[in-house]
T-cell receptor
Framework: DTAVSQTPKYLVTQMGNDKSIKCEQN?????MYWYKQDSKKFLKIMFS???????INETVPNRFSPKSPDKAHLNLHINSLELGDSAVYFC?????????FGPGTRLTVT | RKEVEQDPGPFNVPEGATVAFNCTYS??????FFWYRQDCRKEPKLLMS???SGNEDGRFTAQLNRASQYISLLIRDSKLSDSATYLC????????????FGAGTRLAVHP
């Protein structure tokens, strides 16, 4: 069974659209994260939730809004998509320091 | 200066070779470090955690040098399947389990 799963795996959309990515983990972890990996392969944290509470909010445009309905789920909604949002978005979870990543969502904005 | 820096490579080595990568970090207060392996178009997978001076797991050895602020990863007896990008990460000392990643080092093992 996949420990950290994300949907969809691929997302192709046009500029200006709104889209959501979903993440679920069945590891019983308390903390979940969203990372963005750009075309230069640089992996950067965006948000983190601990037990449904937002604890990390990096300098991310407010078009990005995370939501955690419970500690096993973390979603990411993106409004008014721009070309520069094209990247791979990874969800991760952790119980302590070690973080485990989902398979990623490859977002392409055209 | 980036918080975590790695030589992007690529390191091209023959099977059976020993190869080492270094990763430097700028925040002297960082306590915990991690090596992840990332295959092309896949997610990063945790390879090793480094909380004290070092860690060893089979062919892989990670060492931490706090005085010089770097972490190394040594791979012995390289296999073709070791070909991947190796990401170094430092745990942000301000709390909240924020990992700061380097840009990765590419390893290509050839027959």
């Amino acid at each position: 069974d996949t420990a950290v799963s994300q949907t969809p795996k691929y997302l192709v959309t046009q500029m200006g659209n709104d889209k959501s990515i979903k993440c679920e983990q069945n590891l019983g972890h308390d903390t979940m994260y969203w990372y963005k990996q750009d075309s230069k392969k640089f992996l950067k944290i965006m948000f983190s939730y601990n037990n449904k509470e937002l604890i990390i909010n990096e300098t991310v445009p407010n078009r990005f809004s995370p939501k955690s309905p419970d500690k096993a789920h973390l979603n990411l909604h993106i409004n008014s998509l721009e070309l520069g949002d094209s990247a791979v978005y990874f969800c991760a979870s952790s119980l302590s320091y070690e973080q485990y990543f989902g398979p990623g969502t490859r977002l392409t904005v055209t | 200066r980036k918080e975590v820096e790695q030589d992007p490579g690529p390191f091209n080595v023959p099977e059976g070779a020993t190869v080492a990568f270094n990763c430097t970090y700028s925040n002297s207060a960082s306590q915990s470090f991690f090596w992840y392996r990332q295959d092309c178009r896949k997610e990063p997978k945790l390879l090793m955690s480094v909380y004290s001076s070092g860690n060893e797991d089979g062919r892989f050895t990670a060492q931490l040098n706090r005085a010089s602020q770097y972490i190394s990863l040594l791979i012995r007896d390289s296999k073709l399947s070791d070909s991947a990008t190796y990401l170094c990460a430092s745990l942000f000392s301000g709390g909240y389990n924020k990992l700061i990643f380097g840009a990765g080092t590419r390893l290509a093992v050839h027959p």
